[in-house]
């Protein structure tokens, strides 16, 4: 069975740090798989997403960036914190070539507080 | 562009007692409508989709939703709720991403309280 790992699961950095999330996939080979946060009070908005290593793309201009390394990670970083970019992070995948119809498998999530 | 509108923010609720979850979508091409549930500090988790084909649908733990194109709505229901089934429930469209994959577009949500 395909399990979705994120770490750490709560983080709490100061502003103008550094940050490095971590998202792994197993038990599935050339998934998609995508970045969303959840700001409080508002719901999930899709940050980047990837369909093969090296590839990805931005849905909203921001602070962070994201890196697919080898096939079943995805890492979520930024150079400087932003007190903005406070939230809870959720990694999830979904099956390559797939379409609008597809369920997209979500990891536990990591809750990030900058002070 | 497609969106999802969740007009009540909290729902409270007796145990036992049925419970709808309202979901209104906008959508200018072919629509595929999501429910997650998401518990505390968890991430979320699929209850039921839409993609065509009979309007009710029926998910996971007793929930079940309606597909309505003439009011584009696609409420979540469940007949009797358990403690067990707070939590909060996300209503998602879905639009194909350039490239392949999928962009679930989500509504704010709706925290269900279930009270004894």
């Known amino acids: 069975s395909q399990t979705i790992h994120q770490w750490p699961a709560t983080l709490v950095q100061p502003v103008g740090s550094p940050l490095s999330l971590e998202c792994t996939v197993e038990?599935?080979?050339?998934?998609?798989l995508y970045w969303y946060r959840q700001a409080a009070g508002r719901g999930l908005q899709l940050l980047f997403y990837?369909?093969?290593?090296?590839?990805i793309s931005s849905e909203v201009p921001q602070n962070l960036s994201a890196s697919r390394p080898q096939d079943r990670q995805f890492i979520l970083s930024s150079k400087k914190l932003l007190l903005s970019d406070s939230g809870f992070y959720l990694c999830?995948?979904?099956?390559?070539?797939?379409?609008?119809?597809?369920?997209?498998?979500f990891g536990p999530g990591t809750r990030l507080t900058v002070t | 562009a497609q969106s999802v509108t969740q007009l009540d923010s909290q729902v409270p609720v007796f145990e036992e007692a049925p419970v709808e979850l309202r979901c209104n979508y906008s959508?200018?091409?072919?629509?595929?409508l999501f429910w997650y549930v998401q518990y505390p500090n968890q991430g979320l988790q699929l209850l039921l989709k839409y993609l065509s084909g009979s309007t009710l649908v029926k998910g996971i733990n007793g929930f079940e939703a309606e597909f309505n194109k003439s009011q584009t709505s696609f409420h979540l229901r469940k007949p009797s709720v358990h403690i067990s089934d707070t939590a909060e429930y996300f209503c998602a469209v879905s639009g194909r991403l350039t490239g392949g994959g999928n962009k679930l577009t989500f509504g704010t949500g709706t925290q269900l309280k279930v009270e004894l």
């Open positions: 990837s369909v093969g290593i090296g590839q």
């Open positions: 038990g599935t080979s050339n998934p998609n």
């Open positions: 959508s200018s091409v072919s629509v595929y």
């Open positions: 999830a995948w979904s099956v390559l070539a797939g379409g609008p119809t597809d369920e997209q498998y």
